[in-house]
């Protein structure tokens, strides 16, 4: 069956940066767009960042523009998210998903559109 699962989350200054990496199985990995949300506590599950397959469209939540950068290696069946200049904002759970179908950023940007989920990890910003 299809399994995501991310790590590389932890507890971090802020300014500091992390490396979160969410790897697939069970599929075919390069035929799917991918993505980041984030839980903060007590918030609803919000939108970070989204690629498809090629690597070629590559959406942001307006918040982390210029500071998080989405990436995949799909030799590797895995997608990264670098986050650097972390804010006690940027503090939640962050969940790796995966669609079978593309769009553009109001697509991808729904949680709604989405097949398959990771378990999620965290990340915490101290100030």
């Known amino acids: 069956q299809v399994q995501l699962v991310e790590s590389g989350g932890g507890l971090v200054q802020t300014e500091g940066s992390l490396r979160l990496s969410c790897s697939a199985s069970?599929?075919?990995?390069?035929?799917?767009?991918m993505a980041w949300f984030r839980q903060a506590p007590g918030k609803e599950r919000e939108f970070v960042a989204a690629?498809?397959?090629?690597?070629?469209?590559?959406y942001y939540l307006d918040s982390v523009k210029g500071r998080f950068t989405i990436s995949r290696d799909n030799a590797k069946n895995t997608v990264y998210l670098q986050m650097n200049s972390l804010k006690p904002e940027d503090t939640a759970v962050y969940y790796c998903?995966?669609?079978?179908?593309?769009?553009?950023?109001?697509?991808?940007?729904?949680?709604?559109?989405?097949?398959?989920w990771g378990q999620g990890t965290r990340v915490t910003v101290s100030s």
């Open positions: 998903a995966l669609t079978g179908n593309y769009g553009n950023y109001g697509f991808l940007s729904d949680e709604r559109n989405y097949n398959y």
């Open positions: 069970g599929l075919t990995f390069s035929s799917y767009a």
């Open positions: 690629i498809n397959w090629s690597s070629s469209r590559i």
